[in-house]
């Protein structure tokens, strides 16, 4: 047997493969800081025999209450993933047991999301007579930050920004925009014709394509937490949020969507921007609305679960949603999906996934176009 990780999003120490039923792995920290927690590896001739994987220092990643009830995700052919059922926390282990049925299988925190995939999403919507493609700039790595415009600015179109996958683990997120996306720019859909009517659209489907490609959890290549720059964004060591913020200065913002997954809560929920400095009664009236909007849409998504008050305390303002809701005074808001399943819909087959993301996106375009079209 062999394990490999030399690709994209790839990422695992392996300590030991002598004995199938004790393989030993650790989870590898992303290039430039401590978190570690996301995995992605092939696992080479095992066909029929019983595996069982231990991740050795699980209690030490980023986010150790993510581990309970969570399940490692598979697939053969890196388009179809499956939840492993044999899949335990104990002893501050991470255990996945498992019999692959094929000599090649891949093993992963969530469903990832390649590069190659990326520029897929980004050439295809170049081809769309409702999009083009810009390039903001470029990250530390050299590659290219990308963002779909879609709509002609004008005095009547409002600008709605939206990111995502600050955060390159959490994969989900970009699914999240591939689903949006391909509603957006559905000539048949009424609901997609209203929004690009109403609104000019920026959307960064990856904001941190260089933590993507090297396979980190939280940061990118020189080892900053995106969403955490967002107050003095860094021109040398964040210039993806640098990059970004520029271009909403020169756009203005009247909606804000940055797009996440949480490791640890089993639900789909926003963080919003209550505790913002200068939150109004009319900001307050229009985000209640909003939610509620999604609420009425998407079984998915629920208000009862979230983060606590005073969660980010002094960080507040570096975060995107809260700086946007404070400089821009408009409905800002951070949505999270889960990286285990949705408890209030859960999937024994996939859990949350990639698919689950993408219809999710595309029924945000029913809230962003009452909030747009005021009515």
Known sequence: MKISSGFDSGSIEVVSIDDAQNIRLRLRADNAAAFHQWFHFRLHDAAGT?????????????YPDGWPDYRCVASYDRRNWF???????????????????????????????????????????????????????????GRDLDMVVVGRPSPTRQPVWIIARQHPGETMAEWFVEGLLKRLLDSADPVARK????????????????????????????????????????VLASPEVFLVRGAMEQTGCELFLD?????????????????????????????????????????DFQTEQGYVK?????????????????????????????????????????????????CLGAAMLNPILRHVSGD
């Open 50 to 62: 019983p595996v069982r994987m231990v991740f050795e220092n699980a209690a030490s990643a980023a």
């Open 83 to 141: 939840r492993i059922s044999g899949t335990r926390y104990e002893n501050g282990e991470l255990i996945v047991e498992h019999v692959p049925e094929r000599d090649i299988i891949y093993y992963a925190y969530f469903e990832p999301y390649s590069h190659e995939r990326h520029l897929d999403l980004i050439s295809w919507a170049e081809m769309s007579p409702f999009a083009q493609v810009r390039s903001l700039g470029s990250t530390v790595d």
């Open 195 to 234: 929004v690009r009517e109403h609104a000019v659209l920026y959307i960064v489907p990856n904001m941190n394509p260089d933590g993507a490609v090297r396979g980190n959890l939280r940061t990118n290549a020189a080892g900053r937490n995106l969403n955490r720059e967002w107050q003095y964004p860094d």
């Open 259 to 299: 797009i996440h997954g949480d490791e640890s809560l089993p639900y789909v929920f926003f963080s919003t921007a209550e505790e913002v400095p200068g939150f109004s009664a009319e900001m307050a009236a229009q985000q209640a609305r909003f939610v509620e909007c999604l609420k009425g849409v998407s079984p």
């Open 310 to 358: 005073g969660r980010f305390g002094e960080e507040l303002l570096s975060l995107a949603s809260k700086w946007v809701a404070h400089r821009f005074a408009c409905v800002s808001l951070t949505l999270e999906m889960p990286f285990k399943d949705n408890i209030n819909l859960p999937d024994g087959q996939t859990g949350w996934s990639g698919a689950r993301s993408k």
